[in-house]
């Protein structure tokens, strides 16, 4: 329930733009068989607000984008001197598709010890075109790296897989391969 | 019970196949003593079936490669020019050993930023042999390789080592050296 | 409540100083939508006290420096040659700022296998200075790090993230893309 | 209690030995002021046993080394080319202090992909001397430091940390400098 929420982004105010990172857990359904299956995917929100003064940001004007798994395994494995860049159009598969276009990427700052991340998000319904561009040092992109590898079962919803007790313990008929290599003899 | 289990697995559709990856934990017997031992170990499932048309994939041809703990170590350890090779005898040491041959290997594309991961399944009994190659990106991998070394210790059971309360902690007899490691003085 | 509370600190004690480690956990307050809030943020605490002789530590002359999320970012992600420093006014934003400073360093040793922490606390209301040096070996820089990057989603309390229920799951209107990028075909 | 605990090692059987991996979490005390104390440290046993056949050990001729929370450290950051090696006197502090010297060593493969694991325990009272040899591969490593970066937290204690409910967080006087390190403006 929503009493239950807990709102813990790590955002980071820079000077044209604030970024900020959140979880979202994926949802699951009751399948007819009485287990649980992923119904909505997870994601890491980005949301990026620009700066309208000094130290003054305009939450109104956000934009969001909604990293996938594999998106969030791309930017932790990124190393220091490889970018990347995310296309989403939020319209897909419905009749507005391609009228807005998002795209998110990351680039490592000239010298090193950072990256650049930006957005930039096309609507051609609205005829606007936001862009936002947030550097982030090395410790903050660890900060990231760090959480969204923490976020990355979770929001691919594995981390479900160890809520069960003891009791709970399926011992059915067993599907696996029924060899014990961890016997095998050393040669 | 059934009705607690929960199905998420990592899923990548490409061109020749798909590949569905999943962690099964291990299952527990009670202990004479009272305690609880690993009965059957757990794994990481690889399943792979076969496109059978442009977006289509047709699961009933599926085939199975459960990944042992060892295996998902050598996965997770892999570097970006390594290569590694898995074999299995779903028979093993049953009268019918030998006779199914299944093996996965996992190599770097030749430009890098990627995997093919192909499994090879050799059916004497059935005069069947089948054969599926999927092509995983840097991102995708990154994702395998951060879910299996979550996965890791929950496959190994050690994840259970924490579902204990302030009152269950025991104190007996000590098994372990009385010795104060972090107090030794600094020469 | 306060008798739930664990008191679990990593030190080393050294020649000159002993160092303690101990996350400090975020706070949250109940949000008038009924979720959960990050009240006061998270941090890992570093204290310093000082040898007084053999064996022997002053623990009433101990200074803290609290390390932001940020912080242990760059703490984690320090190569072995890399060095950093962070600074801290206790006082910031009264009317005593810039009456205390703290500064923290990291500087690897110059032959490896090791890092200095140092921690120099300048006060001018009280005319002290005090100094702390604390070196530290690869091994204990590792159980830093990986601690470190254990507690980190716990100091920004997205830990919390994982503690629903299935029950406690909401479905509501997504928020999220419309899109599958898992399911995106290979060309 | 007894009936809540786990075993749960990985286990290597090897040639001339087998080595098992276990986790050993730390003991807590009440303390005076209500709160939770660790008392007896954590660690990660290590047990080796002789072979002493084909496929045949001998598991009460074992010998244990209790890794502690710095050694753990020094394992999970070894490089591909580092060795290192830890010393334990268990009967350190006591009359019989120097009489059993246990030794445990980790070495490189001269060609790569692998670790010796040995031990070693000189026992002057009984006048023996027990050494095992362990090769482990690459995968077999990969295992142990997954598993051991794993433990790390809980054998030390911070596992804990994320053991409390909403209601039992503690909002008291704060001890942590008064900054908002994530809000600093960018220049």
């Not at 329930?1 to 990172?21: E, M, N, Q």
């Not at 001197?81 to 507005?96: R, V, W, Y």
């Not at 650049?116 to 090395?138: A, E, G, M, Q, R």
Request: aromatic residues 12%; proline residues 6%; charged residues 20%.
């Amino acid at each position: 329930t929503v009493k239950d929420r807990i709102f813990a982004p790590y955002t980071v105010f820079k000077g044209k733009a604030a970024l900020s990172v959140n979880p979202c857990l994926p949802t699951f359904t009751k399948s007819t068989s009485g287990g649980f299956k992923v119904d909505r995917r997870g994601s890491v929100m980005f949301t990026f607000w620009p700066a309208v003064g000094e130290r003054k940001y305009d939450y109104e004007k956000r934009q969001l984008f909604a990293m996938s798994t594999t998106e969030v395994g791309s930017l932790i494995s990124l190393g220091p001197k490889d970018s990347t860049e995310f296309f989403h159009d939020p319209a897909m598969l419905s009749s507005n598709a391609g009228q807005v276009r998002k795209s998110l990427s990351i680039k490592p700052y000239t010298e090193g010890n950072g990256y650049f991340i930006s957005l930039n998000v096309v609507n051609n319904i609205l005829k606007t075109n936001d862009k936002f561009l947030v550097p982030v040092t090395t410790g903050e992109f660890a900060v990231l790296r760090t959480a969204c590898s923490f976020a990355l079962p979770h929001i691919m919803g594995w981390d479900r897989l160890t809520n069960q007790h003891h009791e709970g313990t399926v011992k059915g008929p067993s599907k696996i391969d029924p060899r014990m290599p961890d016997l095998e003899w050393d040669k």
